[in-house]
């Protein structure tokens, strides 16, 4: 311990961690570009610093001291290898740490000696004259990289979620057209729809998306091959106004989750516009986002912190700071009766409190347009309901727009006041609930309770209210489900 926490060593020893940890952070952060979910970024990313930061160095380390006599170009390979791995923030602290322990303690060295500065010690180790830095370059190399690989995580992040005219990708994903035995008939009132959000002014429009489609391309596809194509979304449109709670109905995959990843500028649309408060997502994703409120379909909670301290967090990345803030803050977590877990790390929040509180972060700082992806998965018919409650108080008091997805058509025919019903991407029909219950609804199943006891109680049930009525198709535990079309009612 003493190579590190002398008085002529503790300083380079601090520097080196606390250059670490932003180089660190921004390097896992790049790393996670390549991968689509978080456990396969985090895997690679800690095998990789594993790697490079023992076996690596011990590699370099090994090289830089054989003999000439025996190996005469090892001493190249390994300075040729220390320059290049010095660009992963691991190697560049294990091998500060590696020279400290061994050319400051063991050589003498001065612990802030620079190859690239010249103020290297000349030191004779064996039958090789070199000189020797200190830990100066592993701490050059570490501030380098913070910036380095925080502008590539900055433009990587820009051309992923703003749709870069000039992305390779997007570029070849739009030379991929929908196969016509892919596409569907178009219902009349989504024709309708499409016309009429096409002849909009959208700059006046609170949110508008227009013809909207997805493509994805296979991993290092370099051509727009249309055979290997998936396309998750097929000329989406709609529009919305205040007050209006919008829902998309529909199986899982059936793309509803890219549609709102694409209204929320997380995903580039291949084909499309999406238009936020008069401006478009794609040349202006930072003022859109200005507007906006998420709650992901999957809880993004930090384990760690507090409802409160999540809040707070989303509040002031909503620009709200001082009693604005708190009484923010406070509003919400009354507002979904958090207040008894205000306190409490998410972490160890039931799953119906986790999806409240995303919602809560979502509705903080009264957005003008809030996007909720299946807000009530994983809740108690209770929690549920008083959730529908708070949806509907945002849309009527608030004045925003609301757009949800879900699974549950008494969900949607609860909350929304209009329903476009997704189906391979596409929108199959549109409309508010009523409308497309008399367009497409075929009838009711009607539940009849009983005497099960009394055997001629179930035979009249047969029997009502007509011949019309279709053969009951389950009898048990005192219930009668029967299939019965409208006109019978």
């Not at 000189?131 to 995580?153: E, I, R």
């Amino acid at each position: 311990m003493e190579a590190f926490t002398e008085s002529d060593k503790i300083g380079p020893t601090i520097m080196l961690l606390l250059l670490f940890a932003p180089s660190a952070s921004t390097y896992a952060y790049l790393i996670s570009f390549l991968y689509k979910t978080q456990f396969s970024a985090q895997t690679v990313t800690i095998v990789l610093n594993i790697a490079v930061g023992t076996i690596v160095v011990i590699v370099v380390s090994v090289l830089q001291t054989i003999p000439e006599e025996f190996c005469e170009d090892c001493l190249v390979a390994g300075n040729i290898l220390m320059w290049i791995f010095r660009f992963v923030p691991s190697f560049a602290l294990g091998f500060g740490f590696y020279r400290m322990a061994i050319y400051v303690s063991f050589l003498g060295v001065d612990p802030w000696g620079s190859e690239i500065f010249g103020t290297c010690t000349e030191k004779v180790l064996g039958t090789r004259e070199q000189c020797y830095g200190g830990v100066a370059d592993d701490l050059v190399y570490l501030a380098f990289a913070s910036f380095a690989f925080l502008a590539l995580c900055i433009w990587f992040d820009y051309l992923g979620t703003a749709g870069h005219w000039l992305s390779y990708k997007v570029k070849l994903e739009r030379q991929c057209s929908i196969p016509e035995d892919q596409l569907a008939p178009e219902d009349a009132d989504v024709t309708v729809e499409k016309e009429r959000v096409a002849e909009l002014d959208k700059r006046k429009q609170i949110l508008a998306v227009d013809n909207v489609r997805k493509c994805y391309l296979p991993r290092g596809s370099l051509t727009a091959d249309p055979s290997r194509a998936v396309h998750a979304v097929k000329g989406v449109s709609f529009a919305a106004d205040s007050g209006q709670v919008f829902g998309l109905l529909g199986i899982n995959g059936a793309g509803k989750t890219t549609t709102f990843k694409m209204m929320c500028g997380l995903y580039a649309p291949t084909e499309g516009e999406v238009w936020v408060a008069g401006s478009t997502v794609a040349a202006d994703t930072a003022k859109c986002r200005r507007n906006l409120g998420y709650c992901p379909q999957f809880d993004a909670l930090l384990d760690r912190m507090t409802t409160k301290e999540h809040l707070e967090l989303y509040g002031r990345l909503k620009g709200l700071k001082g009693h604005l803030l708190d009484s923010s803050v406070e509003s919400t977590l009354k507002q979904l009766s958090l207040e008894p877990y205000k306190d409490k790390r998410a972490g160890s929040l039931s799953g119906g409190n986790k999806r409240k509180l995303s919602v809560g972060m979502a509705i903080i700082g009264r957005p003008r347009i809030v996007f909720l992806d299946e807000p009530s998965t994983g809740m108690d018919p209770v929690s549920r309901r008083f959730l529908w409650g708070v949806i509907q108080q945002l849309a009527v008091s608030r004045q925003s727009v609301v757009v949800l997805t879900t699974h549950s058509m008494e969900e949607a025919e609860a909350l929304c006041s209009r329903i476009a019903i997704q189906v391979g991407g596409q929108f199959r029909c549109l409309g508010s609930p009523q409308r497309l219950k008399s367009r497409f609804g075929r009838g009711y199943e009607v539940s009849l309770r009983y005497d099960g006891v009394k055997e001629e109680a179930a035979e009249k049930i047969r029997r009502l209210p007509s011949e019309y009525v279709d053969p009951i198709h389950d009898l048990r535990h005192g219930v009668a489900l029967v299939d019965m079309e409208l006109r019978d009612i």
